[in-house]
C-alpha cells in the first residue's frame, strides 16, 4: 500500500496511510443496504386496478401517483362536460 503525506503530520515528515482505520469490516459498515422490490411501498392503479410498486422516478412526487403507466393515464375516463 502506497503511503501518503497528511495534514499536520506532513510537516513533521511522517508517513501516514491515507486511511487508517479502513478496515475491511469498516468498508462492510458503510455500504448502504440493497433493497428488494418486495420491500418499496405499492399502490393500486386508479385506471387498470393491479398493484405497482414505488420507482426512482416517483421519488418527489409519489403522493400524486395514481396510474401504473401511460397508457392507464390515457384510459381514464374523460370528466363529464358541465352542462350549458
Do not use: H
Not at 3 to 11: I, K, N, Q, V, Y
Not at 76 to 82: I, L, S, V, W
Request: glycine content about 8%.
Amino acid at each position: 500500500m502506497a503511503m501518503f503525506l497528511f495534514g499536520s503530520d506532513a510537516g513533521s515528515g511522517m508517513f501516514v496511510a491515507p486511511f487508517p482505520d479502513a478496515t475491511p469490516k469498516a468498508q462492510e459498515v458503510a455500504m448502504p443496504r440493497m433493497v428488494r422490490k418486495g420491500d418499496l411501498p405499492t399502490r393500486i392503479c386508479a385506471g387498470c386496478g393491479r398493484p405497482f410498486a414505488w420507482r426512482r422516478k416517483w421519488a418527489k412526487d409519489w403522493n400524486q401517483v395514481r396510474y401504473c403507466s401511460d397508457k392507464c393515464r390515457a384510459a381514464k375516463a374523460p370528466k363529464a362536460a358541465p352542462d350549458q
